[in-house]
């Protein structure tokens, strides 16, 4: 039988909040004969950006209007990633650099939310810092109304980081600055315990949305114009496992790919270990699923694999590549890719690279190993050097660099269907093929949001460059 599907919602009391905030900030605004000002900045992935859009959702329903520009701001809040330490430290370095603005108007509230504030130690840290007005976790989220009237009504300080599981967000109210791309989260959490990773201690077990409310929101989007959507979750490869239904990833791609329209559908983030044949195959017979996987590899070595807990061999993953390559035309992957990772040697650092020449990567998002407190890496034996770290990741760049002119050079003299982003000066127009690469070009036609063709003349290791067909 099917587990229960575990949603999560804004309860009306919570939509009373959000009516009360909006009759104090038009109160406010009279007051001060301008509109009441936010500002939301988000740190890390891309289901962080997401989880932005539900809370700048819920401001906008506040009656409050966004800026860019922080000494406008009557609200700044700042949405956390816990995931390496490099990170956290730019949250510290940026939280402090606000002091100056709330010095100069104490009306100025802040509010700190996300991964890190699911940390213990990290809220109790900054709990201390007397200029910052609201601190949550992951998971009260869906309380955050309530929390902002407690904030705005009696200027109480509050701290709401409960240690429930996370579980995927319904019909929270979303606004989303990018009218071309769309992220639609199908799972929330991990179960996978990688032993450097902080995301299953912050985010929960996984908990998957039913296939009918991503099939839903993903049919909406494409209703409104969006022509990039990105499904997401830490493991995309288990979904619906939780719910014990007979669906899986792969189905889920097949049914969003029946829907009618011109739109992409990409994904991430796929384990290696759960990644199968019937998901390759399935991108193959696709015609709106991106020819792109992101299949984080972390390391070429066996020994500091199974040290990761990452549950598979170098040799496995490369037949995965092998196999994606050969039912997939032009397939491109990308991965991340962790340097420095405790008592790694000479010897696995060179099975990495072995890794990268012989997969061809179109990208990498490369780490230096950082120890996240309260993993089990953290306290092996046999830390890394910085100088060491720094050194590998040098070489690793290095190599990466060619490895992506390699792949992108097979493409030149084709002519590629491109996904326009952006344009800068001189009419040069951005966007990404179907697998993900970045493509340049002029155009004397705005093209914005459109597919055009791309005659490709060069290739670089960051991008191809073209002519408009
Ligand atoms: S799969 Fe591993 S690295 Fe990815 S979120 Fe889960 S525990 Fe972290």
């Not at 491109?332 to 962790?338: G, L, M, N, R, Y």
């Not at 070009?441 to 408009?468: D, H, M, Q, R």
């Amino acid at each position: 039988m099917a587990a229960d599907i575990l949603e999560c919602r804004l309860s009306s009391l919570q939509y009373d909040y959000i009516e009360k905030i909006r009759n104090i900030n038009e109160k406010k605004s009279e007051i001060l004969g301008r509109p009441v000002y936010c500002l939301t900045h988000t740190y890390g992935c891309q289901q962080n950006e997401n989880d932005t859009e539900k809370i700048n959702g819920m401001l906008e329903m506040m009656g409050f209007v966004f800026t860019e520009d922080r000494s406008m701001a009557d609200f700044i809040l700042f949405n956390t990633c816990a995931v390496r330490e490099h990170a956290e430290q730019k949250v510290f370095g940026n939280v402090g650099a606000l002091v100056p603005y709330k010095r100069k108007n104490p009306e100025l509230r802040i509010a700190l939310c996300g991964c890190m504030f699911q940390q213990p130690h990290i809220a109790e840290k900054v709990a201390s810092y007397q200029y910052i007005d609201l601190i949550f976790g992951t998971h009260a989220m869906i309380r955050f109304p309530e929390n902002m009237y407690r904030l705005l009504s009696e200027g109480e300080r509050i701290c709401d980081i409960s240690q429930s599981e996370s579980v995927p967000l319904e019909d929270m109210p979303v606004r989303r600055e990018n009218k071309l791309k769309a992220w639609v989260t199908v799972m929330a959490g991990c179960n996978n315990f990688c032993s450097y990773c902080v995301v299953p201690h912050v985010r929960g077990r996984e908990h998957s949305r039913s296939p009918e409310k991503v099939v839903a929101e993903v049919k909406h989007l494409v209703a409104e114009g969006y022509k990039d959507i990105t499904l997401l979750g830490q493991n995309v490869n288990s979904y619906c496992r939780d719910l014990a239904l007979d669906y899986d990833f792969s189905d889920l791609l097949r049914e969003v790919d029946a829907l009618p329209g011109d739109f992409r559908i990409r994904f991430m983030t796929s384990h290696p270990k759960d990644a199968t044949k019937k998901l390759f195959d399935t991108v193959a017979s696709c015609q709106k699923v991106c020819k792109h996987i992101h299949l984080p590899f972390q390391s070429g070595s066996d020994r500091i694999l199974e040290l990761m807990n990452r549950k598979y061999t170098a040799a496995q993953y490369l037949e995965l590549i092998a196999y994606g390559r050969k039912k997939i035309p032009d397939v491109s992957f990308t991965s991340d890719v962790i340097v420095g990772f405790p008592t790694e040697t000479e010897e696995d650092f060179q099975a990495t690279l072995d890794l990268i020449e012989s997969v061809g990567f179109n990208g990498l998002f490369t780490f230096q190993y950082s120890p996240r407190k309260n993993t089990p890496a953290a306290v092996m034996e046999g830390q890394i050097s910085k100088e060491i770290k720094a050194e590998r990741f040098e070489r690793l760049l290095a190599l990466q660099n060619q490895s992506a002119l390699r792949f992108h050079s097979r493409f030149v003299g084709k002519t590629l269907r491109v996904l326009v982003e952006s344009v800068q000066e001189n009419q040069v127009y951005t966007g990404r093929t179907d697998n993900n690469i970045i493509v340049n070009f002029t155009s004397e036609k705005n093209v914005i949001n459109t597919f055009v063709p791309v005659k490709i003349k060069t290739a670089k290791n960051w991008a191809l460059f073209g002519e408009i067909v």
